[in-house]
């Protein structure tokens, strides 16, 4: 059965979605079967995976709201190697209509409990907030990544997230746990950028992967041509580090089962 993964932030443009493309990607390399989940209404994480968000009939917002299954929505990202389950400016309505509907922080884990057997990992890309479909994903992960810049405001947002976290695993889903903060756009250049590093290895010890994700503008370009970047430059030092990272992973989850 598929381990779930939230990457999350509610930091805006910390690269969430860049992480969960690649790790994507990076997964399905080493024969993992993988599904990725948009949860933005950007929908950035589907069209990085080459799935055009304007021509799609369904979405995650009718999985959300009971009226699609993920099995007739779900999509194949031919670059990437993995499954969609793809999202467009739409889901923006549902943060509003969900909070009408019963069991509303439980609609995800619901929908995904049908493709469970499908998959090795499912990994959920949350939009940039606390919000209700953010509670979703927390509701039905097993652990949540996070992503973050080592830069001096990085830290504020992180003890709200780690609250949020908290109180999810306390009310609502007792199996969720923090896998670990990931850094990522690091340039080792920086003093700052080492300060923070070696801040965030102090307070957080193991929960720190020991994967950094460089600043690489191979990253950055590859979503334009609708590829993860592990696949449009497998070579670069961006893609690199996160096939490390997928590695990681894979071990890490070992090491949890034991
Ligand atoms: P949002 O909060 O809007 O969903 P996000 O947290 O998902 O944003 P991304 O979209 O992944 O963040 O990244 C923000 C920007 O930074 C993008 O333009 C992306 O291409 C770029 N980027 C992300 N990671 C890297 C990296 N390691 N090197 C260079 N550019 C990067
Ligand atoms: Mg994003």
């Known amino acids: 059965m598929a381990k779930i993964f939230c990457i999350a932030n509610q930091k805006g443009g910390v690269g969430k979605t860049t ?3 690649n790790l994507a990607a990076g997964l399905a390399k080493l024969k993992q079967r993988v599904l990725l989940v948009d949860l933005d ?9 080459g799935v055009d968000k304007a021509k799609l009939k369904t979405t995650i917002y009718q ?3 009971g009226m699609a299954d993920v099995r007739s929505v779900r999509q194949v990202s031919t ?3 993995y499954d969609v389950l793809p999202a467009n400016r739409e889901l923006a309505g549902a943060e509003v209509e969900l909070v009408e509907m019963d069991d509303r922080e439980n609609r995800l884990r619901l929908a995904l409990a049908d493709v469970r057997d499908d998959y090795d ?5 949350c939009p940039p907030a606390l919000s209700m479909l953010t509670l979703n ?3 039905c992960a097993h652990g949540v990544i996070i992503p973050m810049q080592c830069e001096y405001y990085a830290l504020e947002g992180l003890s709200d997230l780690a609250n949020t976290i908290k109180k999810v ?3 609502l889903n007792p199996e969720l746990e923090i896998v670990g903060l990931l850094r990522v756009m690091f340039d080792p250049r920086m003093t700052l950028s080492q300060q923070v ?5 102090q307070h957080f010890g193991d929960k720190v992967f020991k994967t950094m994700i460089p600043r690489n503008v191979r990253l950055a370009e590859a979503p334009s041509y609708g590829m993860p970047g592990v696949v449009f430059d497998p070579s670069s030092k961006g893609a690199q580090a996160y096939i490390a990272f997928g590695a990681e992973m894979v071990e890490r989850i070992k090491q949890l089962e034991k």
């Open 19 to 21: 992480t969960t493309v």
């Open 41 to 49: 209404p950007q929908g950035n994480a589907t069209m990085g995976s």
């Open 63 to 65: 999985v959300l709201l």
């Open 79 to 81: 670059t990437g190697n």
């Open 121 to 125: 990992f499912i990994l959920i890309d």
């Open 137 to 139: 994903g927390l509701c």
């Open 169 to 171: 695993h306390l009310n």
């Open 197 to 201: 590093s070696a801040q965030l290895e």
